[in-house]
């Protein structure tokens, strides 16, 4: 069946055609040929009269198409066509042609007639022919092939559905067949469907369970066995059982006998929500707030699915998240306000405590992307609100917001983006205490102190540059474990010298990322134990001219401009078959560049951050012999066979479970393949043997 296309495209492209051909070329159906599945089919015809008129004439042989002809009528027993003209290009006129299916697409039931008496509810050929003065003008051919329409239609009963036990018995005879008195696709158990319409899917039908197997055969049957080719031993294990007792029975969960529930899921998820929030929050349970009275989840602006954002998304306990939505700016106030007045968060034990809110204002840029705006707005946007929520056990101790904002100028309607996060942090501290347990988790934040003696802890940070990339309002945000990162800045010089530039720069590097001296080994070192933390290896910028300074004359040389922060990281155990990694040392080194500028400097310079995570063997491998250099037969890393590893649940190289129990089941494994073979075919034949020569 053809799409529906709007009168004006058809319009636009025909015109196309007769502007490059002649006026008869073009007198047709488009298309002329069509193969309809549906009820409904629209056809083009091209003429160089209004007065047409349609006739229709069904096809017997469809081996050979008759010559046109007007003797036919606009309607047939099955089909009505009607002819609308709509527009007229260069002495021509576009019609569009209609033909509909005159019955409905439902099996009989009795002596009814406008309705189909078989599931293929017609096939025929039929040729439509426009004609002018009873003379044929142009004519077209479609093949009808019409099912009946199997979509469920009738009355649903309220009768209550009593549901078995499903440990006792499967789940139905065709769990697949979700419809009743319809046919469902693909589902070859279904009474429903006739043997016409399996023909359609028989070859795809549902397989196992679903598809109306609830009970195979299982493997350990003896009936099942003693068709394939079974080892000797097999009768001594195997199972003698009815079907009645199949390990598939409660295959698809733990049923219950009872009735459909006839209440509303959200209601009862709410109300068991809030008897959370009334005796402590879990794990991803949304948070509760005390909005003037009422209780109402609190929603944080968040990314979906399907990457757009929802604006009222609910916030979990224990869940961080961060995200950047994309906002259209066309009036004042613009974007997504943030309304926290009034607002009080529930705190796990039947209390309630206000939001700590801190307002900044920066600066920010407003990309113009559509057209100007009757007048210049002058409007205070919100850019971002990180929530930090402090915690302890299952109940909220305080919430901190912060927001930023900034006043922007509106001539054109633009884009902005907004970033939102929510963290969670425990009570003994306002940042992250725990990025492992022992050894550090990817993608925690690295965990840093400027201390000695006493680690108070904070996070080892980066830059996060807003839209404006200038230094000056660069915003901060915690280097993660294992996730190597670069960014950078764009420094504003006015009337430096060279001296100055270096300094000035080297002083910024030093006091926006290098606040701190220690780095934590693990994800969760003691603070205070000085052998838990590692200083960070600091390597002093060498700004001093040795070679070439002849330069200096006419450029700045030597200038940091990007400072490298080296992790070095290492597996040094592991925990239940987990991997533990530490942090074995941090490095800070500096990256020069020449600038072109010797008195006075007015520039933006770029200043770049980059932290790269090196993962080191945590033990200095053994040097490798001249031997095992040109004789690689037993290096596992070159070959495809390792024969070190042939038992590998017993070698050294298997590290998932302690020694002792590794060794434990491999000597019964060795007791169960002793025992086949006892059992087995070789000892009944060393047996016969041995008979055999006493004999």
């Known amino acids: 069946m053809l799409p529906r296309i709007a009168p004006g495209l058809v319009t636009l492209a025909v015109v196309g055609v007769l502007a490059q051909a002649g006026a008869q070329s073009v007198i047709g159906f488009y298309p002329s040929r069509v193969f309809l599945s549906g009820p409904q089919m629209t056809t083009f015809l091209v003429t160089n009269v209004s007065s047409n008129q349609l006739s229709l004439a069904v096809i017997a042989n469809a081996t050979s198409v008759p010559s046109a002809s007007c003797s036919g009528a606009n309607t047939t027993e099955n089909w009505s066509s009607s002819l609308e003209s709509f527009d007229s290009v260069t002495q021509l006129v576009v019609a569009k ?54 979509t469920f239609i009738g009355n649903i009963s309220d009768n209550k559905t009593l549901i078995p036990n499903q440990v006792y018995q499967p789940l139905g005879p065709c769990p697949c067949n979700l419809t009743a008195g319809a046919c469902d696709v693909r589902c070859c158990c279904d009474q429903d469907c006739s ?72 209601n009862v998820s709410f109300q068991s929500i809030y008897d959370k929030a009334l005796n402590g929050y879990k794990q991803g349970d949304p948070i509760l707030i005390d909005l003037n009275g009422f209780n109402e989840y609190f929603t944080i602006p968040q990314q979906s699915a399907i990457g ?9 306990y224990l869940q961080d998240f961060s995200a950047t939505c994309v906002t259209d700016i066309k009036v004042c106030p613009a974007a997504w306000t943030f309304p926290l007045d009034n607002v009080n968060v529930k705190d796990g034990s039947g209390g309630t405590i206000p939001l700590k809110i801190q307002l900044k204002n920066i600066t920010q840029d407003i990309v113009p992307t559509g057209p100007a705006l009757p007048q210049i707005l002058q409007c205070q946007v919100n850019v971002s609100a990180e929530y930090i929520f402090i915690w302890e056990v299952n109940k909220i101790k305080e919430v901190q917001v912060t927001i930023e904002t900034a006043n922007i100028t509106l001539t054109h309607q633009a884009k902005m983006a907004q970033r939102f996060s929510a963290k ?43 839209l404006d990339s200038s230094c000056s309002t660069v915003t901060y945000m915690p280097v993660l474990f294992g996730v190597n990162s670069f960014s950078g800045c764009l420094f504003q010089a006015v009337g430096e010298n060279c001296t100055q530039l270096r300094a000035n720069v080297l002083s910024w590097f030093e006091n926006s990322l290098l606040s701190v001296n220690h780095v934590s080994m693990r994800g969760n070192s003691n603070v205070s134990d000085p052998s838990e933390w590692v200083p960070i290896i600091y390597e ?9 300074c002849i330069a200096e004359n006419v450029m700045c040389l030597k200038v940091p401009s990007n400072i490298n922060i080296e992790i070095l990281t290492a597996v040094t155990g592991a925990v239940e078959g987990i991997p533990q990694e530490e942090i074995l040392a941090t490095k800070v080194s500096f990256s020069m560049v020449n600038v072109n500028c010797v008195s006075v400097c007015n520039m933006s310079l770029p200043l770049s951050a980059s932290v790269q995570f090196i993962r080191v063997p945590a033990q200095v491998p053994l040097s490798i012999t ?47 393949f002793i025992s086949a073979a006892v059992l087995g075919a070789p000892w009944g034949r060393i047996r016969k043997a041995w008979n055999t020569t006493t004999l």
Not at 130 to 143: K, W
Not at 206 to 225: A, E, T, W
Not at 543 to 548: G, L, M, Y
Request: glycine letters at 6%; charged letters at 15%; hydrophobic letters at 35%.
């Open 97 to 150: 042609v209609l033909v509909t299916f005159r019955k409905n697409l439902t099996l009989c039931l009795g002596n009814e007639t406008n309705c189909c008496q078989d599931v293929v509810c017609v096939v025929e050929t039929l040729q439509v022919t426009a004609c002018e003065n009873n003379r044929p003008v142009a004519s077209m051919l479609f093949h009808a092939e019409i099912y009946i329409n199997t």
């Open 195 to 266: 043997p016409s319409i399996k023909e359609l899917f028989n070859g795809s039908c549902y397989s196992g369970v679903f598809g109306g197997n609830v009970s195979p055969l299982f493997d350990q049957l003896c009936s099942v066995q003693e068709k394939i080719h079974a080892p000797d031993w097999f009768p001594f294990l195997c199972v003698q059982s009815s079907m009645d007792n199949s390990p598939f029975l409660g295959y698809f969960y733990q049923g219950n006998t009872g009735t459909p529930s006839q209440t509303l899921s959200f």
């Open 308 to 316: 757009t954002c929802m604006e009222y998304a609910p916030v979990a």
């Open 424 to 466: 969670f942090l425990t009570s003994n501290s306002t940042t992250d205490v725990l990025s492992g347990n022992p050894g550090y988790q990817n993608g925690k934040p690295v965990i840093a102190s400027n201390g000695s003696v006493l680690f108070n802890k904070t996070t080892l940070n980066t830059w996060r540059p807003v």
């Open 540 to 548: 002093e910028p060498n700004t001093t001219c040795t070679e070439n």
């Open 626 to 672: 001249r031997f095992q250099m040109t004789n690689t037969e037993y290096d596992c890393e070159k070959n495809d066979v390792c024969w070190q590893q042939l038992a590998y649940p017993l070698t050294k190289y298997y590290t998932g479970e302690p020694q002792h129990l590794t060794l434990a089941k491999g000597l019964i494994l060795v007791f169960f």
